[in-house]
């Protein structure tokens, strides 16, 4: 049994509280797998595990630094896919491209999570975007 399991969690702007709910629930997992296993669960975000670096692009020095060495991807996706890389069509829908290749090639987990039923002001809605999800999807 591993004595750490690395998580990374990606999802556009748009998330950020779905995302702090998630890193909360990781917390407490982490503190129960700590005690009954003596396995350490440590959650990877851009946010928290990057810094400023020079790259061909934001999305290269988040993928540099983050790497490809965490066990389980988790995305997220609500009403905006996120801004466009060099190589995908969103910062997260590349993250999740590697995650799936990661998965077909050493097995490790890669699960993408979309909101069904967000709570929004219409004015919210950017339809250019949501048009961006509907079509990642």
């Known amino acids: 049994m591993p004595s750490m399991i690395s998580v990374f969690l990606s999802g556009p702007n748009d998330c950020s509280s779905e995302k ?16 009954a296993y003596g396995i350490d669960l440590r959650l990877l975000t851009f946010e928290n595990d990057t ?3 020079m790259g061909t692009d934001g999305q290269d020095v988040v993928n540099t630094q983050i790497g490809d060495s965490y066990d389980v991807y988790l995305g997220l ?61």
Do not use: C
């Open 77 to 137: 996706i609500n009403l905006r896919l996120g801004t466009q890389t060099p190589r995908d069509e969103s910062g997260t829908a590349e993250e999740y491209q590697r995650a799936l290749t990661r998965y077909r090639t050493a097995g490790k987990p890669a699960m993408l999570f979309f909101e069904m039923n967000p709570v929004f002001k219409k004015s919210d809605i950017d339809t250019t975007e949501l048009t961006r999800v509907q079509n990642f999807v």
């Open 51 to 53: 810094f400023s670096a």
């Open 20 to 35: 702090s709910i998630v890193a909360k629930e990781v917390t407490k997992l982490a503190l129960i797998l700590q005690e």
